[in-house]
């Protein structure tokens, strides 16, 4: 009897969660970091590219009533979150704002009150531990490919109108993780196109879902300077829009990667 044997691959995943909290600290009655907290906060950005801040808590000094300290904590938390936007550092969807103000077990020193502290993780998931599968596709395609070659990845697919992965992309992410680790000299640009709208991509919906892909190896320890991404909207449709059916919709409405340097 023969028997024909499929090879897996097997994962442990392991969540590891590195956590790391900041204070950014406020003069008294502002709303706005003072020049030194400016400083020292974009610091902090630099030197934790690849964390996502999960959570923002605004407090207050003993200084006036509960109700004005707990309005002036929330004015500091939206102070922060826009310097982390502007900066484009990355923020949790599911962040929390809590505007604590003085509802709290203070510093005798009231200048070490008047912050809004940080609260940011780096995620690093999966983690292979037994390998005893030949080569993956996407595996296969990355080595025969040359510079300016572009793969398309199968399977990725988001939310309507929206830049969230449903869960049955993350295996092909996790291909690709693999991939980036296997070959630690090649470079990516990610490539977001949509589909099915004349009028272009007026939400930038394209960038949004080529960033997506980007922080996830990002957040996965792939180093910055290997990664790019870019969204070209309907700009390079492989079929006339709009489409005739929905396996052109669905060839169109896709993700690639361009190899930039192998």
């Known amino acids: 009897m023969h028997i024909k044997l499929s090879l897996l691959l097997l994962f442990c995943c392991t969540t590891i969660a590195a956590q ?116 993956q596709k996407l595996s296969q395609q990355v080595k ?33 993780l693999c991939v980036m680790n296997e070959n630690p000299t090649l470079k990516i640009e990610i490539q977001g196109h949509i589909c099915c709208r004349v009028e272009g991509d007026l939400k930038d919906l394209s960038t949004s879902r080529a960033k997506t892909v980007y922080t996830f190896l990002l957040r996965n320890r792939i180093a910055r300077n290997r990664l790019f991404f870019k969204g070209y909207g309907i700009s390079r449709p492989k079929f006339p829009i709009p489409e005739k059916s929905e396996e052109e919709e669905e060839e169109n409405r896709r993700v690639e990667i361009k190899i930039i340097e192998k």
Request: charged content about 25%; proline content about 5%.
């Open 144 to 176: 025969a490919a040359k510079k300016g070659d572009i793969i398309k990845l199968q399977q990725i697919n988001f939310l309507n109108n929206s830049a969230v992965l449903v869960p049955k992309s993350k295996p092909v992410l996790d291909s690709l």
């Open 20 to 135: 790391n909290n900041f204070d950014v600290f406020f003069d008294f009655n502002k709303d706005v970091p003072n020049q030194t907290a400016m400083l020292t906060l974009k610091n902090w950005m630099s030197a934790h590219k690849g964390y996502v801040v999960v959570k923002l808590s605004g407090y207050c000094d003993s200084v006036d009533n509960s109700s004005y300290n707990k309005e002036l904590a929330a004015r500091r938390i939206s102070s922060v979150l826009s310097i982390l936007k502007e900066n484009e550092f990355e923020i949790s969807p599911k962040i929390e704002l809590i505007p604590v103000g003085k509802d709290f077990k203070r510093s005798k020193i009231q200048a070490e009150n008047r912050k809004v502290t940080i609260n940011a993780e780096l995620i690093q998931i999966p983690i292979a531990v037994k390998k005893i599968e030949a080569p």
